[in-house]
């Protein structure tokens, strides 16, 4: 079991100050939509009708809400910004690397498997360490092929593994294959992901730590010149990891493990139950596992992998509803258990709630919205409350990344040009919005097991202009 440190050094003590901000812009966004109703509530509850007064505490709930991730943002935007940057397993270069198995899980992706298994055969690690596992989960195209071609000619590093029958989802998958793999540690790259030669060192180095459970790396699209959608997409991703999700490895807070380019340590995951073969978002679900079983997840900024983002409208609403319907199932499973764990610290907590309830903020901010029209045609409303609702929501759509961080994203990366794109994000982020309402709303209808487990994947056309 991992042991848990106390940041003692200057760096510690910066994320200690911020943190004691973030608390008090937490108690500030709680007390002004509530105090605001609280004042209205002394001067004319006598003559409201009750569900009146019913509707407006619940608008003033949903704004308080909604303010709490609004000033979570910008408190990850400032850290990202002005704060002290941690990146403690940057400089690991030499070391006796341990035996790692690569495991690539393909459904029909024969335009692109042939692209990551040429890149994972020139990566700078030793080969005699490296193992790696695609796994043809009953794939209908030449992907099976193309995996056996490759293993032929490379017999020692490439074990492939065909997976025929069990329930769909990658969580299953992974499931699986992990009873084919020897090694403790673990990367996992999805088939259209095409890794750096220097990646594979980076995200094995933290695990050299023994409280490490989990690494990700930073994902960048590969097709940002193909579409407008592409373009808009990459700026959501650049503030999603250049400033979320490195802000909160600053604070010692959450970072999110994604099954896209990332890594785990196996025998942590297997003590906390192993991989979910019924969880709709595999790598959340590993996140909030391992969470709880006292291990750490990091972040690795600069290791960079590329991936193909939807081009088109409908993929990207596909691709949303999946990932809301993945993260409301984790935030069903592990809110409470998470609240009342005694290996996760306070703002581990308090982090990790709002990091499981982000895709519920879409049903909410509609919600909310609605309450105040209706308020508003009852003649019972409140300026002070509509502004901060229309403030909040300007910079609260989306799911992680909004107007200031990918701003922020823009001038860190050196590419201020993109900027210029950012007023049309909220095309995408109110796509998203509808999105995750439309998931969230579906989801709480009942579905068949295997309809909801079966393969979710984003077109892919093989890297072509």
Request: a positive charge.
């Given at each position: ?464 202009p």
């Amino acid at each position: 079991m991992p042991r848990r440190r106390s940041p003692r050094n200057r760096e510690g003590q910066g994320s200690l100050r911020s943190l004691r901000l973030l608390s008090l812009a937490f108690l500030l966004a709680f007390a002004f939509p509530l105090g605001v109703l609280g004042t209205q509530g002394t001067n004319a509850t006598s003559g409201r009708p009750w569900y009146v007064t019913t509707m407006l505490w619940m608008l003033g709930i949903i704004i308080a809400f909604v303010v709490i991730y609004l000033v979570r943002h910008y408190c990850f935007t400032l850290n990202r910004l002005f704060g002290r940057q941690r990146y403690p397993y940057l400089d690991v270069d030499t070391a006796d690397w341990p035996e790692i198995t690569v495991v690539i899980p393909a459904h029909n992706e024969e335009q692109v498997i042939g692209r990551i298994l040429t890149a994972l055969l020139e990566i700078d690690y030793p080969q005699d360490r490296l193992k790696i596992v695609p796994v043809d989960d009953r794939s209908e195209d030449r992907t099976g092929r193309i995996i056996d071609d490759f293993a032929q000619r490379h017999p020692h590093s490439i074990k492939p593994f065909h997976r025929t029958e069990g329930v769909g989802g990658k969580g299953a998958v992974m499931r699986d294959a992990i009873a084919h793999v020897e090694t403790d540690v673990l990367l996992v790259f999805d088939a259209d992901y095409v890794p750096g030669k220097g990646l594979v060192k980076q995200l094995v180095a933290p695990f050299f730590d023994p409280e490490v459970g989990a690494v990700m790396g930073r994902v960048v699209p590969s097709n940002v010149h193909h579409n407008f959608l592409a373009r808009l997409l990459d700026l959501e991703r650049s503030g999603g990891y250049q400033v979320d999700q490195q802000a909160r490895m600053n604070l010692r807070l959450v970072p999110q493990y994604g099954g896209t380019v990332g890594g785990v340590r196996k025998t942590a995951l297997e003590r906390m139950g192993g991989w979910s073969d019924d969880s709709l978002a595999e790598d959340t679900d590993a996140t909030y596992r391992l969470l709880l079983g006292g291990w750490k997840t990091v972040y690795q900024n600069r290791s960079e992998c590329y991936e193909e983002v939807p081009e088109t409208w409908e993929g990207r609403m596909r691709q949303v509803v999946r990932w809301a319907r993945g993260h409301n199932q984790a935030f069903a499973r592990y809110a409470w258990p998470l609240l009342w764990n005694r290996r996760t610290g306070f703002w581990e907590k308090v982090d990790g709630l709002l990091l499981l309830g982000v895709y519920l903020m879409s049903p909410l901010l509609l919600l909310g919205w609605t309450l105040a029209m209706a308020l508003w045609y009852l003649g019972y409303n409140h300026p002070g409350l509509l502004v901060v609702l229309l403030v909040a929501s300007y910079s609260t759509i989306g799911n992680f990344a909004t107007f200031f961080e990918v701003a922020a994203a823009t001038h860190l990366d050196g590419t201020r040009q993109r900027a210029r794109l950012v007023p049309f994000i909220l095309m995408g982020f109110l796509v998203t919005l509808i999105s995750v309402t439309k998931g969230t709303l579906r989801q709480l209808l009942p579905q068949p097991r295997e309809d909801a487990l079966r393969w979710h994947k984003t077109e892919h056309n093989g890297g072509r202009p």
